[in-house]
Structure formats: C-alpha cells, structure tokens
C-alpha cells in the first residue's frame, strides 16, 4: 500500500515575557514565522506553528506587585493583549502556549523530577550577578561599568542554596553538535559567535531553582524552591505540542514515528536569547535524551535611528501606529522588508512612511490599478506561466525573507511598471489590437503570480489582487501617506 507522507513543518517563536506590552519586536519575530508556517503550508507541508507567552519567574512577579494585582490576573491580563494583537496582525498560529497552563506545568514537573532522579539535577549552592531583566546570571565580563548591557542595570549579587543542573560535563558534545550542524545555527556568524564562547570558557552548573522566588513551578522534590524560569519557558517547545513529560514519550501524535512533531524545523529567536538557546535549551535535551532541534535561526534586532528603542528616548515606533498607518499588510511588509532578516535593521517613520510610499503606493498599488484599468474590456486568462512555489523556493526555505521579497519587487512589480511605460498599452489600444492583447497578457499573468508570491506575506491585498483579475474591478489598494 501506497501511503503519502506530507512533510511535516514544525516552527516556533520563543514565548514572549508578559511583564508588559507586546512591541514591535515581538511582532517582527512572530510575523516572520507566520509568513513561513503559511509559505510551508502552500507548498504542501503539515505545518505546527506554536507561540505563546512566558509567564512565570522574579520580573513578572515584581511587575505584577508594582500594578498591584494577583499575579495569575496580571498575566491573564497581558497574555490576552498578545492574542489580540496577533488577530490583528493576521497570524495563524496553530497553538499558544503559556507556561502557566496545567498541561505545561505538570509536564515541567515530571522533567524535573526525571532529571533529579538521573542526577543531572544536583543540590548545591549559587554565587552570581543576577539580572532580573535578562532573568540570568551573568558573568563579570559581560557587564559594562558594572552593569547589565540590554539593561543598564546593576545586578543583583546572590548567594543561596540551590539545585544545579549539570553543565560542564555536556561541554564538549554540544560544541561538537554546533560544529557538525547536528545542531544547526544560522547564520553562520551566530554559530561562530556561539563556538568561540563555548570554547573559550567553561559553562558553569547552573542553578535551575529559586527560593525566593515564589511566582514559578515549584521543585517536586523540594517545593521550598521553584524552577528557573529559562527551564519552564524553554521546555514549552515540547509542551506546547502536546508532550507530557514523560521520557521517550513522542510529543504529540502525528502520523508515524516515535517523536511526532519533534524536532522542531526552525526555532524562530532574536540574538538577544541566542545564548541561553544554544546552552540550556540543547543541554536540556541531551540530559533528557530527546534530539536537537533541526535549526535555530538568529535575527537581529529592530532600531530606531541606530539607537534601541526606547520610551526615554522617544524614538520608539510602536506597533499600533503602525496598524494605524499602513494596516495590516503594510505593516508585515514593511518590517520583514526594512533590512537583512539576521542583521540588526534600523527602522525611523520617515523612512517607513518614504517605502510604504514608494513600493506600495506608487509600486505595488500602482501596477494594480493601472493593469485592471487597461484589461477593463479584454479577454484574458487568469494564469502564470511559473509555477509560484518554485519561483521563490530557494530565498523561502533558506530563510533570507527579505531577499525574497526584493526579488519579487525588483524582478516582477517594478519591471511590470517600467515594461508599462515602455509598451504604452493604452496607444497599442488603439493601433495594434494583437500587440496589446500580448503586452497585456504577460501583464496579467506576471500580476497573478505576484499575487501568489505574496499570499504568505500580505494574505489580504494578495487576495484583493486576485479578485481584481477575476472580476477586473480595483479599489485602490495601499492609499499614499503625506
Ligand atoms: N521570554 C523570553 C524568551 C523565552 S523562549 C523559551 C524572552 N522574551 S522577550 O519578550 O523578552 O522577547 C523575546 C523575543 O522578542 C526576542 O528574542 C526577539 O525575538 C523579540 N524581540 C524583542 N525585542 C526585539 C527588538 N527590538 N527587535 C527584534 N526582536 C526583538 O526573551
């Protein structure tokens, strides 16, 4: 018996602290994943995309005090404001995962109980600068006159009694998974950032409980404690699809196989969570011998003028604005368009409103109108002579979104317009039926697979495009901004 196994496609983002708003920097991350779980799902793949929110640990305990609400209240609260803005921002994932979920919780449990019983997790005790921020300890070296980097916080010095999860004796296996891309890093220049730490220092035990912290899942075997929040939130990639916890039991059931969705094809993460991804995370697997994750893809971070954004610095483009401006489309082109999708990408409103203007309005919007406006009375077939998954194929499934999308401005919307002005359909119109009818056939045909091409990028006005060809009628579609 024949039996056809679509590929599967599993994808992640990392799950978002709630101890505020979402940003635009979460939105950057999730609007990525969207715009690859859809471009997989139309080429054929089973797809999972899973986000969620993180909920537990010191930061969110003390945010929650500061409002003067339960903490349960506080993130219910802030979890939904994440939920709402990605039905805004039209991203389909297939779960959200909160780590306060009874599922996720007893799942974490039972990790943790597994890893004390195998002696991966030890009782001990932790000395270190705590960054309630980076909800980390960090080293001396990494902090700059005495404070945190991403912060500009001091940390907070600690010593307590705690249970450590071995590290050290996993060194020298990951670095070798990182070198032979078992445990694959993108780009390239994040994977040699990763190798020359691991090499150039030893990756301590690390503490995995917290006595005073009271808002986390508490140890089973020593509930006086409760776990790092790094622990909770990164075992969500495992919850979030159904996994129980329990050893060698497969994460959710799919098909065949005794791992199901596992591993995950593309773990999603910004550089600031690089480091804990490629230490905890993989050494976390390996104590509980599940495999790595296919690939973790690292992207850069959103700027604002060169600068972080920030409310002190008044440089912060937020996210509603930007809905407010360039909808919803607008607004998912123009950040996976605005740099080097792994690069930082430095974004102002000026800038934002300048490409909107340029390739939306005047590019985009344009040729639409100006082709449906000319085919008003013309017979024509609605059909590309490319086929559309293949067109894109290799920028997609590599990840580089943003040379995908200029290759679709570059090689189809600006030469449609520029082969517009050349061939001047409306005088051919007039003098040279046949001619027009070709010019205007390679139009249409080129605009439909545009219109394919952007599905997962735009999926509204890429739909808008292709009710425009069936029933040659056009509002405008991305109006101009002054
Ligand atoms: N809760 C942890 C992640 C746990 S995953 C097991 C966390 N959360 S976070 O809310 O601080 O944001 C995480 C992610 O949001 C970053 O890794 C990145 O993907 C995205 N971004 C946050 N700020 C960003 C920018 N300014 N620019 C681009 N992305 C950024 O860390």
Redesign the pocket.
């Known amino acids: 018996m024949f039996i056809s196994m679509k590929n599967k496609f599993y994808i992640t983002?990392?799950?978002?602290?709630v101890n505020a708003k979402p940003?635009?920097?979460?939105a950057?991350?999730t609007i990525a994943a969207d715009v690859l779980a859809r471009f997989h799902k139309i080429q054929g793949d089973e797809v999972f995309f899973l986000t969620g929110t993180?909920e537990h640990g010191m930061k969110i305990q003390k945010k929650a005090e500061e409002a003067g609400k339960e903490p349960q209240i506080f993130v219910d609260e802030i979890s939904d404001e994440f939920k709402n803005l990605w039905e805004k921002l039209n991203i389909k994932y297939d779960n959200f995962i909160r780590t306060t979920d009874e599922n996720h919780k007893k799942a974490v449990t039972k990790v943790l109980q597994t890893l004390f019983d195998k002696g991966a997790i030890y009782k001990g005790e932790y000395e270190g600068l705590y960054c309630t921020g980076c909800?980390q300890f960090l080293n001396e070296s990494d902090l700059v006159d005495g404070k945190c980097p991403d912060h500009g916080t001091q940390p907070e010095k600690i010593k307590e009694e705690s249970y450590l999860l071995k590290m050290t004796e996993k060194q020298k296996d990951l670095i070798s998974a990182i070198e032979k891309d078992e445990f694959q890093i993108r780009p390239e220049k994040y994977k040699k950032e990763i190798l020359s730490f691991l090499k150039n220092q030893e990756l301590k035990d690390l503490s995995i409980s917290r006595k005073n912290v009271k808002w986390g899942i508490p140890l089973p075997f020593d509930p006086e404690h409760t776990a790092y929040v790094?622990v909770d939130?990164?075992l969500?990639?495992l919850t979030g699809i159904g996994w129980n916890g329990t050893p060698l039991s497969p994460p959710l059931r799919r098909g065949e196989g005794k791992w199901g969705w596992w591993p995950a094809d593309v773990q999603?993460?910004?550089?600031?969570?690089l480091r804990?991804?490629a230490t905890i995370?993989p050494i976390l697997l390996m104590h509980s011998e599940i495999p790595f994750p296919k690939e973790l893809f690292v992207?850069?971070?959103?700027?604002s003028g060169g600068k972080?954004?920030s409310k002190t610095l008044g440089n912060a483009i937020s996210i509603e604005e930007m809905l407010e401006k360039f909808g919803v489309d607008g607004t998912r082109y123009l950040l996976l368009s605005a740099g080097t999708f792994g690069d930082d990408v430095d974004v102002t409103m000026e800038r934002l409103i300048e490409k909107y203007n340029a390739d939306l309005a005047n590019g985009l919007g344009n040729l639409v109108s100006r082709v449906i406006k000319l085919a008003e009375n013309l017979d024509y077939k609605i059909e590309s002579e490319y086929n559309s998954v293949q067109w894109n194929k290799g920028f997609m499934e590599s990840i580089w979104l943003d040379k995908a999308l200029g290759r679709i401005w570059e090689n189809l919307i600006q030469k449609s317009n520029k082969y517009i002005d050349d061939n001047k359909p409306w005088e051919l119109k007039k003098n040279d039926e046949n001619k027009f009818k070709e010019v205007m056939q390679k139009l249409i045909s080129d605009l439909y697979l545009i219109s394919e091409l952007l599905i997962p990028f735009m999926p509204e006005n890429s739909e808008k495009i292709k009710k425009a060809l069936e029933t040659k009628k056009t509002g405008i579609l991305f109006q101009r901004i002054k």
Do not use: Q, R
């Open positions: 983002t990392p799950i978002y602290y940003h635009i920097g979460h950057y991350t993180d909800e790094w939130a990164l969500n990639y999603l993460i910004g550089k600031d969570i804990v991804h995370w992207h850069g971070h959103i700027l972080k954004m």
